[in-house]
C-alpha cells in the first residue's frame, strides 16, 4: 500500500478560508531547521540592504536571489496551498515586509488586487504570510476585514492618497468603503502564518514597539492563470507544482533576473 500524506488543512479550515478570505495556520509551516535556515538567510539579506532602502520594502527578492526558491518551493508550504488552488500552482510574488522597532511603517487598509488588477485573469492568489519574528498587535502585525474579497466590490475598491512618508504604500481604500470594526488581528508566532484571498481587505498599523516585526509573503496562483502581456514586460512567474496548464512558459527559478527586478521595483510595491 502506498502511504498518503495527511492533508494540512482540514474540511473546517477550507470552509473558514472560503467563507471569510482568510486563514490562521498556527502550527509549524516549514520544518524547525528549515525555518531557521529561512531566518538566517533573511537576516544576511537584512543587513546588505542599501542604508537609504527601507525594510519593509524588500520586494520580490526571489528575482535576483534563487535561494529563496528552497522556501518558495518547499512541498509543506505547497500542501498548504494545493487545497485551495489545486494541483498545478505556480509561484506569482514574494515579499520579505519587515518593520524595524520604534519606526515601522503603517501599511494602509488595501486589497492586493486592486494594485494587480492589468496582471492576471482570473483574480485568484492564495498569499502565504509566514511569521519571520513574532507578529502581534503590540509590533504592528497584520490585521483582515473577514468576507471582504466576496461582498461589494470584491477587491476593488476606490482609494484616497496617504502621506507615502509614513505608509508602505501611498494610497488605501477609502474610509466609507472599509469598516475596521470588524477588522481581526493575525497573531502569530514565528514558523506560523496566515492564508488570504488577494481580494481581501487588510493592512496593519505602525510598529513603534521595541520588537521588530517581519512576514514573508509568498504568493501561488492556479498555472491556469494568464498573465498579462503588460505584467510581463516586469514580472514572471513560475511552475512550483505540477503542470502548466496555460502553455505560457515558467521563468527558471536557477536564474537570477537583475533587469527585471530593477523594472518591478521602479513600479512600486504591488500589495502587502
Known amino acids: 500500500m502506498i502511504a ?9 479550515q477550507l470552509e473558514q478560508y472560503r467563507r471569510e478570505g482568510y486563514l490562521l495556520y498556527k502550527q509549524n509551516v516549514l520544518a524547525p531547521e528549515k525555518f531557521d535556515r529561512l531566518k538566517a538567510h533573511f537576516e544576511q539579506l ?3 540592504l542599501p542604508p537609504d532602502k527601507r525594510p519593509e520594502t524588500m520586494d520580490v527578492p526571489h528575482f535576483t536571489d534563487p535561494k529563496l526558491f528552497e522556501w518558495l518551493f518547499d ?4 500542501d498548504l496551498v494545493e487545497p485551495l488552488l489545486g494541483p498545478d500552482i505556480a509561484l506569482f510574488s514574494s515579499h520579505f515586509i519587515c518593520k524595524p522597532k520604534g519606526d515601522g511603517r503603517r501599511v494602509p487598509w488595501h486589497e492586493d488586487s486592486a494594485y494587480w488588477n492589468k496582471m492576471i485573469s482570473p483574480m485568484e492568489v492564495v498569499t502565504v504570510w509566514l511569521a519571520i519574528d513574532e507578529s502581534t498587535p503590540k509590533n504592528g502585525c497584520m490585521y483582515v476585514i473577514p468576507h471582504t474579497h466576496n461582498t461589494g466590490r470584491k477587491g476593488f475598491s476606490d482609494y484616497d492618497q496617504v502621506d507615502p512618508t509614513k505608509n508602505v504604500f501611498k494610497t488605501e481604500v477609502t474610509p466609507r468603503q472599509r469598516d475596521e470594526s470588524k477588522a481581526v488581528p493575525c497573531i502569530l508566532a514565528p514558523n506560523q502564518c496566515s492564508l ?5 481587505m487588510h493592512g496593519s498599523p505602525p510598529n513603534n514597539s521595541n520588537q521588530r516585526r517581519c512576514g514573508y509573503t509568498m504568493r501561488y496562483i492556479a498555472s491556469s492563470t494568464r498573465l498579462s502581456d ?24 536557477t536564474k537570477r533576473y537583475d533587469d527585471f527586478y530593477n523594472q518591478r521595483i521602479a513600479k512600486g510595491n504591488k500589495g502587502h
Open 4 to 12: 498518503t500524506k495527511k492533508p494540512r488543512l482540514n474540511a473546517e
Open 46 to 48: 537584512l543587513a546588505d
Open 75 to 78: 512541498e509543506d508550504v505547497l
Open 196 to 200: 488570504h484571498d488577494g481580494r481581501l
Open 230 to 253: 503588460e505584467a510581463r514586460e516586469s514580472h514572471q512567474i513560475y511552475l512550483a507544482r505540477g503542470r502548466d496548464l496555460a502553455g505560457q512558459g515558467f521563468a527558471d527559478p
